[in-house]
Nanobody, 124 residues
Framework: QVQVVESGGGLVQPGGSLRLSCATSGSIFSSSAMYWYRQAPGKQRELVASISTGGMPNYTDSVKGRFTISRDNAKNTVLLQMNSLEPEDTAVYYC??????????????????WGQGTQVTVSS
């Protein structure tokens, strides 16, 4: 069973910083794209950032220039550095691992695994 473990959430004042970390099984990490989603109370879950197996990042517009996603293949970990935090960033943040490839029969596949979520609260 694949485990996805997030850490690093907490309470921070507006303008502050937090770094979220997500670790998963080493056997699948190198073949997996990694995603950070968030869900605020009363709102739909939204994709915040992603990083491909090759290290290419993507961000939703509201966090561009403030958040940085990176992956450490040696530690099987993906990080989300969050700077200049705003109250609107308050949410539960989820890490998702999407393992994809091609089976021995030539069929593409993709499996996703989710962490339990970590709370980020931005408030004075």
């Amino acid at each position: 069973q694949v485990q996805v473990v997030e850490s690093g959430g907490g309470l921070v004042q507006p303008g502050g910083s937090l770094r979220l970390s997500c670790a998963t099984s080493g056997s699948i990490f190198s073949s997996s794209a990694m995603y950070w989603y968030r869900q605020a109370p009363g709102k739909q879950r939204e994709l915040v950032a992603s990083i491909s197996t090759g290290g290419m990042p993507n961000y939703t517009d509201s966090v561009k220039g403030r958040f940085t996603i990176s992956r450490d293949n040696a530690k099987n970990t993906v990080l989300l550095q969050m700077n200049s935090l705003e109250p609107e960033d308050t949410a539960v943040y989820y890490c998702t691992v999407v393992q994809s490839g091609v089976s021995m029969y030539g069929n593409p596949y993709a499996y996703d695994y989710w962490g339990q979520g970590t709370q980020v609260t931005v408030s004075s």
